[in-house]
């Protein structure tokens, strides 16, 4: 629990102020329990609701009509002057100022204002009035015959540094309790102007308002297809096939049934499996689990939105995907306009690009060969792209095109590590894809970087898409769509597929692909095979990232900024750390 000796022995300081305030607490005629750890205290008001209810208020108009408040919170600010002092309180993520004179509340209540510390949580009643320096603040007096404090809980653990709050950003993720009462972004004016000669605090990012924003985010979601006549329903979360996605899945065990199981990847099969039952418009917030690496965009754990709608297909989906984007960032933030990772995005306004178009146009502009679409209408002509393109490359020549080299290598590794390694075709278009846009993410040709501003990418090739509808005219084609926003996929839907025969031939294609060691290949689903036997409607569905949207909508630039836990490596104990120094050093 301790993580130095000197918070071993603040911890016993304030274990003593605690027993003196039991001791205090005995004269009022308190048991120990109520005096160290009550368990309630009957507040008039919030802090939120008195600042909403009372800020406009000038001295005058609180001098002349006194109000009664009684409110509770915790400790981040306090000072005592001889017989008098101030101090802030903090509840729901804003601020309020609280003064306490000797004369008014009398020599014990004062002795246990003086035992305080920085955390502590009381609650005090008094009248609201305003100091020299203009603060709305309560005037700390009995009322009703109830005590004009009241102690709640002592925090046995010193706060961060008041002027620099909980910096440490991994301390911040292992100790979310703290960064969320400490780094709410609430004004902390010095405690008192009259009073005190501390410089101002400095600003701290507002993490609460981040989670705030995420709940508001998922009440404007609900509130959206609610009213377009979804269903929001629950799926397992334990399943014994993997499937709905390309993923490495977690693996548990069952020990009443003997059973092993995969933690849900998607909730895909088992929605459309209720678009089968009749249920045309359902939709699922649930929590995926996919065993892959960490990054500022990926966490193993993390929350989907994922919604299917019988009779439409892929387009419709597409204009409902823009539709809902805009309805949250309105609902959330007042405006389409949002600010991420540097730069400004205007949420009304998609770009729609298929993937070959994406493609040629992310094309070095001057290349000596420009692809074309029929480049990508069979895997010869496709191959013989990807054998002009490699020709680029020339590591050796340093003033040579920096966009041709780079050019030239990416055709290099889908020649050498896709197409003859033997996979299909339409895999290493996506995968040229996936390389042309990270080229231009890294500056390669001078120009605003693809993907910031809402962009949808169409037509997949099948190889990479094994649960969408083949396009009726190009059979190595299918309708699905991803969408892009701060350089980053969102939303990924398609036209679901509902032939049962296709289908199973889709997942025996997989099944060979895992064979050849693809780990996120998808598993043969039998039950879902039969579900399609009973009829699956002409579907599209679709899987939009909640965190993914929350950074968006924040500014946030991790994952684990919008996650309250995230997932993070055990933590080393000093001492284990020292011991482990000291044996590499020895060696």
């Given at each position: 629990?301790?993580?130095?000796?000197?918070?071993?022995?603040?911890?016993?300081?304030?274990?003593?102020?605690?027993?003196?305030?039991?001791?205090?607490?005995?004269?009022?005629?308190?048991?120990?329990?109520?005096?160290?750890?009550?368990?309630?205290?009957?507040?008039?008001?919030?802090?939120?609701?008195?600042?909403?209810?009372?800020?406009?208020?000038?001295a005058e108009q609180l001098d002349t009509d006194p109000i009664l408040v009684s409110i509770a919170g915790r400790i981040m600010a306090i000072r005592v002057q001889g017989k008098a002092g101030f101090a802030q309180l903090q509840q729901g993520g804003q601020r309020f100022q609280i003064y306490v004179r000797k004369d008014d509340v009398g020599e014990n209540t004062f002795a246990l204002y003086k035992?305080?510390?920085?955390?502590?949580?009381?609650?005090?009643?008094?009248?609201?009035?305003?100091?020299?320096?203009?603060?709305?603040?309560?005037?700390?007096?009995?009322?009703?015959?109830?005590?004009?404090?009241?102690?709640?809980?002592?925090?046995?653990?010193?706060?961060?540094?008041?002027?620099?709050?909980?910096?440490?950003?991994?301390?911040?993720?292992?100790?979310?309790?703290?960064?969320?009462?400490?780094?709410?972004?609430?004004?902390?004016?010095?405690?008192?102007?009259?009073?005190?000669?501390?410089?101002?605090?400095?600003?701290?990012?507002?993490?609460?308002?981040?989670?705030?924003?995420?709940?508001?985010?998922?009440?404007?979601?609900?509130?959206?297809?609610?009213?377009?006549?979804?269903?929001?329903?629950?799926?397992?979360?334990?399943?014994?096939?993997?499937?709905?996605?390309?993923?490495?899945?977690?693996?548990?065990?069952?020990?009443?049934?003997?059973?092993?199981?995969?933690?849900?990847?998607?909730?895909?099969?088992?929605?459309?499996?209720?678009?089968?039952?009749?249920?045309?418009?359902?939709?699922?917030?649930?929590?995926?689990?996919?065993?892959?690496?960490?990054?500022?965009?990926?966490?193993?754990?993390?929350?989907?939105?994922?919604?299917?709608?019988?009779?439409?297909?892929?387009?419709?989906?597409?204009?409902?995907?823009?539709?809902?984007?805009?309805?949250?960032?309105?609902?959330?933030?007042?405006s389409t306009i949002t600010h991420f990772n540097g730069h400004e995005i205007d949420l009304s306004n998609w770009t729609r690009l298929s993937m070959r178009e994406a493609i040629m146009k992310w094309?070095?502009?001057?290349?000596?060969?420009?692809?074309?679409?029929?480049?990508?209408?069979?895997?010869?002509?496709?191959?013989?792209?990807?054998?002009?393109?490699?020709?680029?490359?020339?590591?050796?020549?340093?003033?040579?095109?920096?966009?041709?080299?780079?050019?030239?290598?990416?055709?290099?590794?889908?020649?050498?590590?896709?197409?003859?390694?033997?996979?299909?075709?339409?895999?290493?278009?996506?995968?040229?894809?996936?390389?042309?846009?990270?080229?231009?993410?890294?500056?390669?040709?001078?120009?605003?970087?693809?993907?910031?501003?809402?962009?949808?990418?169409?037509?997949?090739?099948?190889?990479?898409?094994?649960?969408?509808?083949?396009?009726?005219?190009?059979?190595?084609?299918?309708?699905?769509?991803?969408?892009?926003?701060?350089?980053?996929?969102?939303?990924?839907?398609?036209?679901?597929?509902?032939?049962?025969?296709?289908?199973?031939?889709?997942?025996?294609?997989?099944?060979?692909?895992?064979?050849?060691?693809?780990?996120?290949?998808?598993?043969?689903?039998?039950?879902?095979?039969?579900?399609?036997?009973?009829?699956?409607?002409?579907?599209?569905?679709?899987?939009?990232?909640?965190?993914?949207?929350?950074?968006?909508?924040?500014?946030?630039?991790?994952?684990?900024?919008?996650?309250?836990?995230?997932?993070?490596?055990?933590?080393?104990?000093?001492?284990?750390?020292?011991?482990?120094?000291?044996?590499?050093?020895?060696?």
């Open positions: 629990m301790y993580e130095s000796e000197f918070e071993k022995n603040l911890y016993q300081q304030r274990r003593d102020k605690l027993q003196l305030i039991a001791a205090l607490g005995q004269l009022e005629g308190l048991s120990h329990a109520e005096a160290t750890y009550p368990n309630h205290y009957a507040a008039s008001h919030t802090i939120p609701e008195i600042r909403a209810g009372y800020d406009l208020l000038t035992l305080l510390d920085l955390g502590d949580h009381i609650g005090v009643r008094g009248h609201l009035f305003r100091t020299r320096t203009g603060e709305l603040t309560v005037h700390v007096g009995s009322f009703d015959n109830l005590p004009a404090l009241t102690f709640l809980t002592k925090a046995m653990l010193a706060l961060p540094d008041k002027y620099h709050g909980l910096e440490d950003t991994e301390l911040r993720y292992r100790q979310r309790y703290v960064d969320l009462f400490m780094n709410t972004g609430a004004a902390k004016p010095a405690t008192s102007g009259e009073t005190s000669n501390e410089p101002a605090e400095p600003e701290t990012p507002n993490v609460r308002e981040v989670f705030v924003k995420r709940a508001a985010i998922l009440r404007a979601i609900r509130k959206f297809f609610d009213h377009r006549g979804y269903l929001e329903v629950e799926t397992p979360m334990m399943h014994q096939i993997a499937g709905g996605a390309a993923a490495q899945p977690f693996t548990t065990h069952h020990n009443a049934l003997d059973l092993d199981l995969f933690l849900r990847i998607a909730p895909e099969l088992y929605l459309k499996r209720l678009v089968v039952g009749g249920m045309d418009r359902v939709y699922e917030i649930n929590r995926n689990f996919r065993n892959e690496g960490i990054s500022t965009r990926h966490n193993p754990e993390f929350t989907m939105l994922e919604f299917y709608q019988a009779y439409a297909n892929y387009h419709d989906l597409m204009t409902l995907s823009e539709e809902l984007v805009i309805c949250v960032a309105k609902e959330v933030n007042g094309w070095p502009p001057n290349a000596p060969i420009q692809p074309t679409e029929d480049d990508f209408s069979s895997e010869q002509k496709f191959r013989a792209l990807i054998n002009e393109g490699e020709k680029f490359a020339d590591p050796e020549k340093s003033s040579f095109d920096r966009a041709l080299n780079r050019l030239g290598a990416d055709c290099h590794f889908v020649r050498e590590f896709v197409l003859d390694k033997g996979a299909p075709y339409g895999k290493a278009i996506s995968d040229l894809f996936e390389l042309r846009a990270e080229a231009l993410r890294g500056g390669e040709m001078g120009i605003e970087e693809p993907l910031i501003q809402p962009t949808i990418i169409y037509d997949f090739p099948l190889a990479v898409s094994p649960l969408s509808k083949i396009k009726p005219d190009e059979p190595d084609w299918v309708e699905r769509f991803e969408f892009y926003i701060g350089g980053f996929e969102v939303g990924n839907a398609f036209s679901e597929l509902n032939d049962p025969d296709d289908q199973r031939t889709r997942f025996e294609q997989q099944m060979a692909e895992k064979a050849r060691g693809d780990d996120e290949a998808h598993q043969m689903d039998e039950d879902y095979v039969r579900a399609l036997g009973y009829g699956l409607p002409p579907t599209a569905g679709e899987g939009i990232g909640i965190d993914r949207l929350t950074m968006l909508l924040t500014d946030s630039k991790s994952i684990r900024d919008v996650i309250l836990f995230p997932l993070l490596r055990p933590q080393v104990k000093q001492a284990e750390a020292a011991e482990t120094k000291h044996g590499e050093s020895a060696e």
